[in-house]
């Protein structure tokens, strides 16, 4: 049950916005028992995002789990979703956050995991 959901200051187009759903979705599966199947992505772009003191290109991708994953998949997953960035929304890595957050309750189809 991962959510990923993306801000930037930047304008995001059809078509990249399209790229970034089908990447992120790939690269999910680097956290063990992930997959895109589970996955639910929010596009937020245009937003009023400063980073060190600049407007400049930057974005933050706020990633949530349904329980735990080892700290080398979070260093997989951070190379891969910054490559992501500045691949598909020309943003780079050095102006790229990513927060997780590791969840113990989870609700869907009207229960909790």
Do not use: C
């Amino acid at each position: 049950m991962p959510f990923i959901h993306v801000k930037t200051n930047q304008k995001i187009t059809a078509a990249q916005e399209q790229a970034l759903k089908t990447q992120l979705g790939e690269a999910i599966a680097l956290i063990p028992g992930k997959t895109e199947r589970w996955l639910m992505v929010q596009v937020e772009d245009g937003d009023r995002l400063w980073f060190a003191g600049s407007n400049a290109p930057a974005a933050l991708l706020e990633v949530q789990l349904f329980g735990r994953a080892q700290p080398k998949d979070y260093d997989r997953l951070t190379a891969k979703l910054t490559r992501i960035t500045a691949d598909a929304l020309q943003i780079p890595a050095d102006r790229v956050y990513i927060p997780y957050a590791e969840l113990t309750q989870w609700g869907w189809n009207s229960e909790n995991f």
